[in-house]
């Protein structure tokens, strides 16, 4: 696992977006891994900007996300839809049939998650895979437990997760859906190149149980040590726990 280091939360998300944009201006048909949550929002603000500057160019590129609510509807502000909307997809120009979202109302959830893995294998699989970092360690909604799901399946979501997603919600963790639908970790290990970002305090201790403990269910983010290609990027107070943190501190 390569670790880097930047001094703000801004300072990364500004690194990384000029980065994917590199990567888009080399390969303008990418395939992105996408997630959600409070972490990528800088990210795709920045790469909002460069796209208004007319550095970005998304029109060939083709998305996928990790997660998405069951029994939440597509336009319901809580849907990881309608994060997405309002964050990236309204505000480039990424066309609306090559951004993928799970179906959390599909009324056969096992053919819901099989036409995902489909959608990936036909796009060719992912070029890059942006992750977030949940406190428990999960990745997508790979919540810890006794064992890990290969593929794109049903999960059943922490009491800790529905916390953490409750301002989607009104800050009400009782309307946080206690399923939802999640690429698994062997689709996410696939991915050619994975970055994972996190930031703040509160990620501390899952990021040290990440990259210095033993490769086990109880910390999902723990199997990226088995790609070869993954990238874990932090600002200063989410590498607080790193044993050896990269000296360098970037911006
Ligand atoms: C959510 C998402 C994850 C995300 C994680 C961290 O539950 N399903 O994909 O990475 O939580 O969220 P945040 O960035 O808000 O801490």
Redesign the pocket.
């Known amino acids: 696992m390569h670790l880097r280091l930047f001094t703000t939360a801004r300072a990364l998300a500004r690194t990384l977006s000029v980065r994917i944009v590199r990567d888009l201006q080399a390969n303008p048909r990418l395939v992105l891994g996408l997630?959600?949550?409070?972490?990528?929002i800088p990210l795709y603000e920045e790469l909002v900007a460069l796209h208004r500057r007319g550095k970005a160019d998304f029109s060939d590129a083709t998305t996928f996300n990790?997660?998405e609510f069951v029994g939440i509807a597509p336009g319901d502000p809580g849907s990881?839809l309608t994060f997405m909307r309002r964050r990236f997809f309204d505000q480039v120009n990424l066309s609306p049939w090559r951004h993928h979202l799970l179906n959390g109302m599909a009324r056969n959830i096992e053919r819901e998650c099989a036409r995902y893995e489909r959608a990936i294998a036909r796009a060719g699989g992912i070029d890059i895979q942006i992750?977030?970092?949940?406190?428990n360690g999960?990745?997508?909604?790979n919540e810890p437990g006794d064992g890990l799901i290969a593929r794109t399946h049903l999960a059943k979501l922490t009491l800790a997760?529905r916390r953490?997603?409750a301002p989607l919600f009104g800050r009400n963790v009782r309307k946080v859906p206690r399923e939802?639908l999640?690429v698994g970790i062997g689709t996410i290990l696939e991915a050619r190149r994975i970055v994972l970002i996190a930031t703040g305090t509160?990620?501390a201790r899952a990021v040290e149980r990440m990259i210095s403990g033993l490769v086990t269910p109880a910390v999902p983010a723990s199997f990226l040590q088995l790609h070869p290609d993954v990238e874990i990027w932090l600002d200063v107070p989410a590498a607080s726990r790193v044993r050896k943190p990269p000296t360098t501190a970037r911006s």
């Open positions: 997630p959600t949550g409070r972490t990528p990790l997660d990881y992750l977030g970092l949940g406190r999960h990745i997508g909604f997760t953490a997603n939802a999640s509160s990620k």
